[in-house]
């Protein structure tokens, strides 16, 4: 049997806690094969166990302005998104599903959407939602509870066991409102 080297070039990780204060105790297992990306980032919001399994609430930053019909997203390079998920601007807006993803660019990724959800401005958001919807009836696919204090390598067919901070204090780590109302515990500057 021989062995393996795995290589890996990482650029600089972005640290984004100021202050961890408190966390669970012994970590949490997050649910990777639904996520879109070699890196689970250090910031990222995760949901509360389901059967011990957490869920990454999934949010990208738009990286170029989108007019009224648009059905492509530029969003900033490292988006946790599939193709096949929905998203929405804002809880109770309108959802559409992903229907393809270009990650060749080095800075940001190109998502493209089956039905356009309106203008987007430079610096706002898309996250993740259950399911798709022409009306205003959209809803999150999974609670904001807790922010990865980690960042870890995603690794096929693996769950990754990491930190998970309830109460902290954040630098830069941008996230949607409707996401951010939910982390009571967590303070972002």
Not at 16 to 24: E, N, P, R, S
Not at 25 to 42: A, Y
Not at 107 to 118: F, N, Q, V, W
Request: charged share 20%; net charge positive.
């Amino acid at each position: 049997m021989g062995m393996t080297v795995q290589r890996r070039k990482d650029t600089r990780t972005p640290r984004v806690f100021m202050h961890k204060i408190a966390d669970i105790r012994g970590g949490v297992s997050v649910n990777s094969s639904e996520l879109g990306s070699d890196w689970l980032p250090e910031g990222a919001v995760i949901s509360q166990p389901v059967n011990g399994i957490c869920h990454v609430v999934k949010v990208a930053e738009v990286s170029a302005a989108v007019d009224a019909s648009g059905k492509t997203i530029t969003v900033k390079k490292g988006s946790l998104f599939n193709v096949g998920d929905f998203v929405l601007l804002n809880v109770g807006d309108k959802a559409s599903k992903i229907t393809a993803i270009d990650r060749s660019g080095k800075t940001a990724d190109k998502i493209t959407i089956d039905a356009a959800l309106g203008v987007i401005g430079i610096g706002g958001f898309i996250t993740e939602a259950s399911a798709a919807s022409s009306t205003t009836t959209s809803a999150l696919k999974y609670e904001p509870f807790a922010v990865v204090g980690t960042g870890k390598p995603i690794l096929p067919n693996d769950n990754i066991n990491t930190d998970a901070w309830v109460i902290g204090v954040t630098k830069g780590n941008p996230l949607p409102e409707c996401v951010a109302s939910k982390l009571k515990g967590i303070i972002n500057y």
